[in-house]
């Protein structure tokens, strides 16, 4: 079996349907060309790759949340929080929290998990205690830093396609894509996967299902972004034009899913991932204004939520609490520098990291000093918000 597996389904994925708000036309049916109207084909294959998105919401909206004084609804919710052991393959497992977690960094794999045709979540595989391999994909892996001092949040994102050895992985002599360690044996070996190749010690995990991030920009009306120049996206058969456009739904997801049309294919997805996270964080911020908006989008979240067993509630809220003043201006996006592309044995197009500059990238976030990073390696923070592809 090829190490494709995992995510082979690209091919099958096809257009999305409708029109989208303001930049954004779609073709009709049949139509190889944009702007003659609507289509209503229904895609297949949706989506599979970014729900991590949707993550780092989370962990805001918790902390929006428990700061507003909603500590025993909170509590009841997160009860209610699916939660899944990753102890199996995880041989550097985080010591236990409490009093600790509150004097120290922490970090947080964020994965977005979606089942195509399966229609059971990630925690109802895991109820018997056994992963049913390659029934879920999660095509985005992130990592959130939390500085000891709580005053900022950094994000880095791994490409889905990196190279990377993993914990008895049957093929390609154990290596395979980085997004293949979920596919294969679940949460808990990618999680191993991560801090092998990153020497960062995770310390907690976050899975979303798909269906949770749709649900999520619906409950805020849209995110609004902005397209810098118009191009024509030959897969998803989408003309993004040029300026502000305000998406949702399927529509959200059309936006990070693109990567055909952008000069740098897989990685300027990524940069258009982390933009809508960072466009999302600030509409939240809006909308947890209101009793009732942060509700719903508590609400929202944690119906598709995964944490792993070992993060309880009181180390949630404590957290939430001590990251209260975080505003979305504090949250700084960063991806794993691209070494070059190369080709597997098997004939699979992967991604070699840059070795020392990931080097630098891991351990300046292990050390709790991304400062030094972005002192050396100004231009590799996520830029502004009018300039991502």
């Known amino acids: 079996m090829s190490e494709s597996t995992p995510t082979s389904g690209e091919t099958s994925e096809a257009s999305a349907a409708g ?11 049949g139509s190889s060309t944009a702007g003659t109207g609507p289509s209503h084909v229904k895609p297949r294959g949706f989506v599979r790759r970014h729900w991590v998105l949707l993550s780092l919401g989370v962990v805001l909206a918790l902390i929006v ?9 909170l509590q009841h919710t997160l009860s209610n929080t699916a939660r899944i052991d990753i102890s199996t393959f995880n041989n550097n497992p985080p010591p236990a929290g409490g009093a600790e977690e509150k004097d120290r960094a922490l970090n947080i794999l964020l994965l977005g998990a979606d089942n195509g045709a399966n229609t059971q979540s990630v925690a109802d595989d895991l109820k018997d205690g056994k992963w049913t391999p390659f029934s879920h994909r999660s095509d985005t892996l992130m990592i959130v830093h939390i500085p000891a001092d709580r005053k900022s949040l950094q ?20 290596h395979g894509k980085i997004n ?79 990567r055909h049309g952008l000069t740098n294919g897989d990685f300027d997805r990524i940069a258009r991932q982390q933009n809508f996270l960072r466009a999302t964080l600030s ?95 100004p231009d590799a923070e996520l830029h502004g918000n009018k300039s991502v592809s």
């Open 283 to 377: 509409k939240m911020l809006t909308k947890t204004h209101s009793i009732i908006g942060v509700t719903k989008i508590i609400s929202v979240v944690t119906k598709y939520l995964t944490i792993d067993k070992g993060w309880d509630n009181s180390e949630i809220i404590n957290l939430a609490l001590s990251l209260r003043n975080i505003k979305a201006d504090n949250v700084q996006y960063f991806t794993a520098p691209l070494g070059r592309y190369d080709t597997s044995p098997d004939g699979e197009s992967i991604v070699r990291l840059q070795p020392k500059q990931s080097r630098e990238l891991f351990t300046d976030v292990k050390n709790d000093d991304i400062a030094q990073y972005v002192r050396k390696y």
């Open 180 to 258: 293949a360690a979920f596919a294969y044996g679940g949460p808990d070996l990618a999680v191993s996967t991560v801090q092998k190749l990153t020497g960062i010690q995770i310390d907690h995990l976050a899975v979303i299902d798909w269906q949770g991030f749709r649900e999520l920009t619906t409950a805020l009306d849209g995110v609004r972004v902005y397209i810098p120049q118009t191009f024509y996206d030959t897969y998803q058969h989408i003309t993004w034009q040029k300026g502000w456009t305000t998406v949702q739904g399927k529509d959200a997801l059309a936006y990070v899913r693109t």
């Open 19 to 29: 029109h989208l708000n303001g930049g954004v036309v779609r073709p009709a049916s």
């Open 155 to 174: 994000l880095v994102s791994i490409p889905r396609d990196t190279w990377v050895p993993i914990q008895g992985y049957p093929y390609s002599n154990g």
């Open 65 to 73: 949340g428990s700061a507003g004084g909603y500590y025993y609804w």
